[in-house]
């Protein structure tokens, strides 16, 4: 079992900046890629992938969207993703889950243990 707790977000204007953070506990063995995903208001049960880094972090990938704005990083050490977003717009508004699973999978948007999500708001 794995546990996640996503951190970090809150309301901002354009252009501005936010740091969410995913900690993960329970069995943390696993070397288990990370992702971040996004929920946009009015499209119910569904998760638009954001990003995603692997284990090492050797390897990673944006979406479109984001690609020149965000970041993904992790420390592993203490067992923590981040998702550095930068020059936000309002279409970025979402809430923004973290899940991890293996690589190949996660690319595919295929996650085994997701967090709680949460609230991101950017405004005009």
């Known amino acids: 079992q794995v546990l996640l707790v996503e951190s970090g977000g809150g309301s901002v204007q354009a252009g501005g900046s936010l740091r969410l953070s995913c900690a993960v506990s329970?069995?943390?063995?696993?070397?288990?890629?990370m992702g971040w995903f996004r929920q946009v208001p009015g499209k119910a049960d569904a998760r638009d992938f954001v990003?995603?880094?692997?284990?090492?972090?050797?390897?990673?990938k944006y979406a479109d969207a984001v690609s020149g704005r965000f970041t993904i990083s992790r420390d592993n050490a203490k067992n923590t993703g981040y998702l550095q977003m930068n020059s936000l717009k309002p279409e970025d508004t979402a809430v923004y889950y973290c899940?991890?699973?293996?690589?190949?999978?996660?690319?595919?948007?295929?996650?085994?243990?997701w967090g709680q999500g949460t609230q991101v708001t950017v405004s005009s």
């Open positions: 899940g991890t699973a293996p690589w190949s999978l996660l690319l595919r948007s295929e996650v085994d243990d």
């Open positions: 329970g069995d943390t063995t696993s070397r288990f890629a």
């Open positions: 990003a995603a880094i692997n284990w090492s972090g050797s390897n990673t």
